[in-house]
């Protein structure tokens, strides 16, 4: 049993597309978060959720929107995809002690 | 000034050898503090993590934190092939828990 779970794993889309990235945690973390990993491999955060509730919001394009239905949930949605959004975008669940468990990620490739 | 800030490497070091990994963070109000190793084209996990002054040691693995000089290191004893990846040091602060990654550092442990 996959303790966060992203999908797709790959995906590959042209310039000016919408698309959309799930992520499911069935570990009863109350907080998720969004991170991208660009080319250089920097990680860097994106957005937090606790409990439904945007608690984390960094300096993000707003075509970047996420939602969470529930706290087991959090979707990134991307309006008008360009070419600079691609990269590997991380879920994250915070359990016990502030550790993160991370997603296997989805590569993102904007043509 | 980065918020968390490693040295990119690639650090090599030979197979049993002690690797030596550094981190520096810039808000003193960080809590908590963390490394992650991430092979390549896999996703973070973590492997440290340490709260208070001084060592922890966990097997192979001893984390370093001085909060006065705002300095945590890895040191990796009878260092292994398998260690090869790069690892990621994290830092938690805020109210909102904030978890901010440093750009890690790559080691190769040579044969």
């Known amino acids: 049993d996959t303790a966060v779970s992203q999908t797709p794993k790959y995906l590959v889309t042209q310039m000016g597309n919408d698309k959309s990235i799930k992520c499911e945690q069935n570990?009863?973390?109350?907080?998720m978060y969004w991170y991208k990993q660009d080319s250089k491999k920097f990680l860097k955060i994106m957005f937090s959720?606790?409990?439904?509730?945007?608690?984390i919001n960094e300096t993000v394009p707003n075509r970047f929107s996420p939602k969470s239905p529930d706290k087991a949930h959090l979707n990134l949605h991307i309006n008008s995809l360009e070419l600079g959004d691609s990269a590997v975008y991380f879920c994250?669940?915070?359990?016990?002690?502030?550790?993160?468990?991370f997603g296997s990620g989805t590569q993102l490739s904007v043509l | 000034q980065k918020e968390v800030e490693q040295n990119s490497g690639p650090l090599s070091v030979p197979e049993g050898a002690i690797a030596s990994l550094n981190c520096t963070y810039s808000d003193r109000g960080s809590q908590s503090f963390f490394w992650y190793r991430q092979y390549s084209g896999k996703s973070p996990e973590l492997i440290m993590f340490i709260y208070s002054n001084g060592d922890k040691e966990d097997g192979r693995f001893t984390a370093q934190l001085n909060k006065a000089s705002q300095y945590v290191s890895l040191l990796i004893r009878d260092s292994q092939p398998s260690d090869s990846a790069t690892y990621l040091c994290a830092v938690m602060a805020g109210g909102y828990q904030k978890v901010t990654f440093g750009i890690g550092t790559k080691l190769q442990v040579i044969p």
């Open positions: 570990l009863g973390h109350d907080t």
């Open positions: 959720y606790n409990n439904k509730e945007l608690i």
């Open positions: 994250a669940s915070r359990g016990p002690g502030e550790k993160l468990f």
